[in-house]
């Protein structure tokens, strides 16, 4: 069982940057990779970017160059940096944890607006 606990988020101006933490935990757990969604109202989550266990990171096209995903394995955290905000980028953005036994573990979400 991983417990995910997902941090930072808020109000941004537009232009601004954003960090947002995801923590993982549990006892005994490997994690083999970590997905950041973004879900905008009324709509599904859809997948922004990933980490895999090597280190290999993917991001949607849409925010390459802006998003950053990037990890702390030592203490199992995941990030997500996001530079340039936009308007469009206002949504709740939620953590992805899979562990090596093929189990998904969401964090609860953080609201990210954009906003002047």
């Known amino acids: 069982q991983v417990h995910v606990v997902q941090s930072g988020g808020g109000l941004v101006q537009p232009g601004g940057s954003l960090r947002l933490s995801c923590a993982a935990s549990g006892s005994g757990v490997t994690i083999d990779r970590v997905g950041w969604y973004s879900q905008y109202p009324d709509n599904e989550r859809a997948l922004v970017a990933t980490i895999t266990s090597d280190g290999n990171t993917n991001y949607v096209h849409s925010v390459k160059g802006r998003f950053t995903i990037s990890r702390d394995i030592a203490r199992n955290m995941f990030y997500l940096q996001i530079n340039t905000l936009k308007p469009e980028d206002t949504a709740v953005y939620y953590c992805?944890?899979?562990?090596?036994?093929?189990?998904?573990?969401w964090g609860q979400g953080t609201q990210v607006t954009v906003s002047s």
């Open positions: 992805s944890v899979w562990d090596t036994s093929g189990h998904e573990y």
